[in-house]
């Protein structure tokens, strides 16, 4: 069977990215934006950047911010109305993964109007069009929501995460400004640094990974590990090494999917609305564990791009030392061991029932069961 990889038809990186914005627009002939953006942002200037340049060029748009960190069916449909009514012809997401994830369902939903109940985009929906053109400027290092095929809607009626997975929502034009997200508070570079970092590794470890995954994942592995300490602390170089390693790994898991530290996460967002890189960088070292027994040796590669020397050691040595890079670089950047304090215990079988449905589930290397997945849950709460 051949392999599929798709990718943005464009996409700018480094300082000024987003000034490529006006150069697009114009040259696509687009009349009227609507630009999706959290309210945070747009409190904190941050969307801003991008509408001054839109005025200084005499470009007419329209703001939407109805949107949660976690997204739900809700904010989609008012989204879709508020396109309709600004009669808008493309969307400009600006933000994380809820602002680029709502902007996908908007734009799926707008050119194949049979899915306006959003429910029925849950896994691999049959779209036949590809969706309303996206410019994507993401001011999170994390979530690679410029570059992939995926988006999370949750369903607050029956507490849970919608994976949505479709080629035709895939952004247009991604401009990967690493200005854009140096205003992000150290918490949140560190929980969203951790969500790109278990991209690149379950990524890289999943059952549909093949040669080209593979480069891209290992590459995001080491330009994450060497960035994410300074990213937290604000250099520009860790900014912009993030910025960069979050994209390539998005450009890769995007293509072959994801495991279990996903779709054991994404409950957790459902239900407690438990930030989604904290709940990834918790689960992470946990599955690492569970899953080491049928990764052959590509923990030794994970060990190199993290920056050991795994010269001499046996298989057990090098991925016990994946696991500990993983396990340190998430305790220099502050992220919570465990899950106590955030699941309880009479929700693990709903939590593991979830995640055991989850799409992201079957591109586990190991398989697994309802069972294994709450005794996983379990041994997080210690």
Known sequence: MANRFVLNE??????????EIVTEAKARGFKKALVCSDPDLIKFNVTKKVTDLLDEAGLAYELY???KPNPTIENVQAGVKALHDANADYIIAIGGGSSMDTAKAVGIIDKNPEFADVRSLEGVAPTKNKCTPIFAVPTTAGTAAEVTINYVITDAQKNRKMVCVDTHDIPCVAFVDPDMMSTMPKGLTAA??????THAIEGYITAGAWEMSDMFHL???EIIS??????????PEGREGMALGQYIAGMGFSN???????????PLGALYDTPHGIANAIILPTVMEYNACVTGDKYKYIAEAMGVDTTGMDQETYRKAAIDAVKQLSSDVGIPTTLKGIVKEEDLDFLSESAYADACRPGNPRETSVA????LYKSLLK
């Open 192 to 197: 969203t640094g951790m969500d790109a970092l």
């Open 256 to 266: 072959v999917g994801l495991g279990i530290v996903h779709s054991m996460a994404h």
């Open 65 to 67: 911010s109805d949107i």
């Open 10 to 19: 464009v996409s700018y990186h480094g300082k000024d990215a987003i000034k």
């Open 372 to 375: 294994e997945i709450k005794e």
């Open 226 to 235: 060497k960035s994410l300490r300074g990213a937290v602390e604000n250099t």
């Open 219 to 221: 590459k995001a592995i």
